[in-house]
Structures are given as structure tokens and as C-alpha cells.
């Protein structure tokens, strides 16, 4: 007997369930052919040489990774035909955009499948702003080769109506890890975890393509991304500072400078450097490891040359709170209290992952009513952190490390290991809404639930 997934394989189809029949049309997805799209997107087998020799072969868009930077405009409507040139089903989320569960690209919300070596055309109207990202939510159940540890990601910009403009060049970085293996890093009765042995920034390792060419003077947006399937990266650059105006698209209600950026899986900072300090610099991660196996890009400024420097940069507990501000929060309307804890896999599975003592898809849903304001107050009781994401919504950060705090709106948060943090969502997008963390291997092996409206 099919279960659900493997019928959605061999068929290609998928029940939209009858809670999404009140969502409004503003979005759709639907076999082809239909309208004349906007974008073309195509998921097909790709082979990358991120350094001389260093081939790697993986599945991406359009036959590149990271996939074409998808540029629309705020508001206005657009289709996009996804083709799918592999054997197995995929799915795109649009991850960040408030988009219909039908549309949003998780199975678990209604989404239907793109079929082996089928299609699909997916409209929606772009929305919010900022910097958004695009990638399969297909899981990988422990296969390397599959769901983020490929190359299936991409930069989705929403552009507003009008942008000041206040910089000189805009980068676009996302971060990635390469060559996945089975490793015991944690404690004695610990499961399988994932060590790298390669990584990139875009296409190219530490050393290798093109240099980010600046001149002294300049300033320099980068839009980056954290795109590994399952580990926390801290960059930096030495002898300069990094003024976060944005995290995962959203404006940060007070911007501040920092010396070293940590982000979580699937976490964007939008950050503008000064460029005043002349000669070739290596921005990258501050892992010695990590940067050494290609987390890394050289910076050269104009009229430099010499071997890329780099200044070990001491690594730093992330805060967030200095980006937001001290104001009031509304009563909310109702409180979802989440406890977080691991089944050990005792070095012979992999950790297993629970809410309230259920792994998915046991997970009890978190039913909510539209319009209400309602707090998450996450109980972290593992040893690992965890990177919370929330489909079609924003939250806005309440407390973290002991810290209040306010204005701070993500679609990711990183909840430290032992640690307890609480945000707010307003339920203002009817339909089914997947809350999980999004390291790979802790949504494959349990830690999924689903939002519910009434």
C-alpha cells in the first residue's frame, strides 16, 4: 500500500485540502501549459567546478548554482513555469513570500508536486520586500545527495516601490557546503551528524574565480545567505565592519555594526561595508576549517595586490537585540508554549527530534484564528541550535539569550542550544502554514507542525 508521498511520486498529483478552499485566488499552481510565463525555471542535473578539479555534481536551476537571482517588483503579479528534468518530485518554496499554502512549495501544506520529468506554473503576487530566497523543500531522509544539501537554491529579490539606493555596489553571496558525510560529532550516544568537506561562496571556493573588486570609499551592500543544509556560519572581514540595515529582508528598526556575522541555515542579512581599508582582504567564514575547504572570497581593492590577508577574528555569541528596540509588545491573544527535545540515535540512526514528546506527523497543530496575535515561547532542551522557520509569515523577536526586544521581524530564528526565546506572529494568511527548523536532518526525522486557522 501507497503511502502519501510515494502515491504523490508515482502520480504527480496532490489534494489541496478543504481548509485552503477560503484563500483568496492570489496565487495558484497548476500543471502546463497555461499562461505565458513570466520566468522559466528548470531543475535539472548540473556539475560545478568550485575550485580546479573539484567538480561538483549536484541538481540546480537553470544550470548553475546558486540559481538565476529572481528580480520582481512589489506587488506586481507574476508566473513562473518550473520544469522538472530529474527522476524524483521536487518542490520550489518560495521561502519568506506570503504566498497561498497551494503556491508556497510544502507538500505538507497542499502543495502539489512537480512530477518526475513534469511541470508546473506557479502565479503569485511578489510580497514583502526584500531579500528572500527560493529552493526544494523536498526532504532528504538521510539521502546526501538530496533536498538543501544539493545545489537547488536561489536569491529571490522583491523589489519596493522605491529604494534609496544608499550604496555603490550590490553583492549577492550565499554561502554553501559541499561533499556531505556521515560523522559522529556529538556526545557518546549521539546519531549520525554531517561533516563537509567542501564549501563555496556562489559558485567558486575560497581563492578560486573572480575577486570582489571595490575601491577605497565605496560602500557595498552584500545580500547574504546562508544556504548550508545544517550548520551555522560566522563571517567576517577583517579590518571592517559589517552596518546590518536588513535580516531576512526585513529593515532592522535600529542599525548597528558588527565585527563578525553569524547567521543561521536560511537565515539573509542585508549588511553595507565601508570600503577604508586598501589592499586584498579574505571575507569568509572564521572557522579556520571552513574556510580552508572554501568558505570564503577574496576582496581586492582597487590598485592592490598580494597574497589575501586574513586576521583571526575572536568568534563572538550572536545577539540580536542591539538591531531592535525597547518598545511595548500587545498583549497576545493566545501563547503556544513548544518544548524542543532529541531522541538520541546512540551512533547506530540518526537523532530523532521532538515537539511536546511528538515527532512529525504526530506533531499536534497550532490552531489559530485569523487576524489574532499569538506568542511562540520556545523551550530549546538540546544540545544543538535550532534555526525556527515559519511559512508565509514574519515573527517579530520578544525575548532571546535573557534579552528583551522589539521590531526585530524574521522568517528565521535561531534559538540557542538550552536556551528559551519567544516571538509573535499576527495569523493574517489563512491556510496551512509549516513551522519547523530548518536543519535538513531535524525536519527529515521529526521536528515539523503545522499552523492551523480555525
Known amino acids: ?65 546558486p540559481g538565476p537571482i529572481l528580480r520582481f517588483r512589489e506587488g506586481k503579479r507574476v508566473t513562473v513555469d518550473v520544469h522538472n528534468d530529474t527522476d524524483m518530485p521536487e518542490l520550489v518554496h518560495w521561502h ?24 508546473r506554473q506557479y502565479t503569485f503576487v511578489p510580497g514583502p520586500v526584500g531579500s528572500r530566497w527560493y529552493h526544494t523543500h523536498m526532504p532528504s531522509k538521510g539521502n546526501l545527495d538530496m533536498g538543501t544539501f544539493n545545489g537547488q537554491f536561489g536569491f529571490f529579490y522583491v523589489e ?11 553583492i549577492f553571496l550565499a554561502a554553501h557546503q559541499w561533499g556531505p558525510s556521515l560523522a559522529h560529532l556529538g556526545p557518546a550516544n549521539n546519531g549520525w551528524e554531517i561533516a563537509y ?37 560566522s563571517f567576517a572581514l577583517p579590518g571592517h565592519k ?7 529582508g526585513n529593515p ?36 579556520d576549517e571552513e574556510r580552508m575547504n572554501g568558505l570564503g572570497i577574496i576582496i ?37 508554549d513548544l518544548v524542543f527535545k532529541k531522541i538520541p540515535g546512540n551512533r547506530v540512526d540518526y537523532n530523532r527530534w521532538t515537539i511536546n514528546e511528538k515527532s512529525w506527523p504526530d506533531t499536534d497543530p497550532l490552531m489559530v484564528q485569523k487576524g489574532k496575535r499569538y506568542r511562540m515561547v520556545f523551550h530549546n532542551q538540546t544540545g544543538d541550535t535550532h534555526p525556527l522557520h515559519l511559512h508565509r509569515h514574519d515573527f517579530e523577536i520578544v525575548k532571546i539569550g ?19 526565546a519567544e516571538v509573535d506572529f499576527v495569523a493574517d494568511h489563512p491556510g496551512p502554514s509549516l513551522f519547523h527548523c530548518h536543519m535538513q536532518l531535524h525536519m527529515d526525522f521529526g521536528f515539523m507542525a503545522l499552523v492551523k486557522y480555525t
Do not use: C
Open 300 to 336: 581586492e581593492y582597487a590598485g592592490q595586490t598580494g597574497e589575501p590577508a586574513w586576521v583571526k577574528v575572536p568568534k563572538t555569541p550572536w545577539d540580536y537585540t542591539p538591531f531592535g528596540t525597547q518598545d511595548p509588545h500587545p498583549t497576545p491573544d493566545g501563547t503556544f
Open 96 to 119: 519568506g513570500q506570503f504566498v497561498a499554502s497551494d503556491v508556497d512549495g510544502s507538500e505538507e501544506e497542499g502543495t502539489p508536486v512537480i512530477p518526475a520529468h513534469g511541470s
Open 197 to 233: 568537506k567542501n564549501g563555496s561562496f556562489n559558485d567558486k571556493a575560497l581563492g578560486h574565480g573572480d575577486p570582489i573588486r571595490v575601491k577605497q570609499g565605496q560602500r557595498v551592500l552584500f545580500r547574504l545567505l546562508n544556504s548550508s543544509a545544517t550548520d551555522d556560519i
Open 160 to 170: 519596493p516601490k522605491s529604494e534609496p539606493g544608499n550604496y555603490d555596489q550590490e
Open 402 to 420: 535573557g534579552k528583551t526586544t522589539a521590531g526585530i521581524k524574521k522568517d528565521i530564528v535561531n534559538i540557542p542550544r538550552f536556551s528559551d
Open 252 to 287: 532592522v528598526p535600529t542599525q548597528a555594526s558588527v565585527d563578525v556575522l553569524t547567521m543561521g541555515v536560511a537565515e539573509r542579512v542585508d549588511a553595507v561595508v565601508e570600503m577604508n581599508q586598501p589592499g586584498v582582504w579574505i571575507f569568509g567564514s572564521i572557522d
Open 1 to 65: 500500500m501507497l503511502n502519501r508521498r510515494e502515491f504523490l511520486a508515482a502520480t504527480g498529483v496532490s489534494a489541496v485540502g478543504a481548509a485552503l478552499a477560503s484563500v483568496p485566488r492570489f496565487s495558484s499552481v497548476a500543471a502546463l501549459p497555461l499562461a505565458k510565463p513570466d520566468l522559466t525555471l528548470r531543475i535539472a542535473p548540473v556539475s560545478v567546478e568550485i575550485a580546479p578539479g573539484v567538480v561538483i555534481k549536484t541538481v540546480g536551476y537553470n544550470g548553475k548554482v
Open 242 to 248: 559589517f552596518k546590518v540595515i536588513a535580516m531576512d
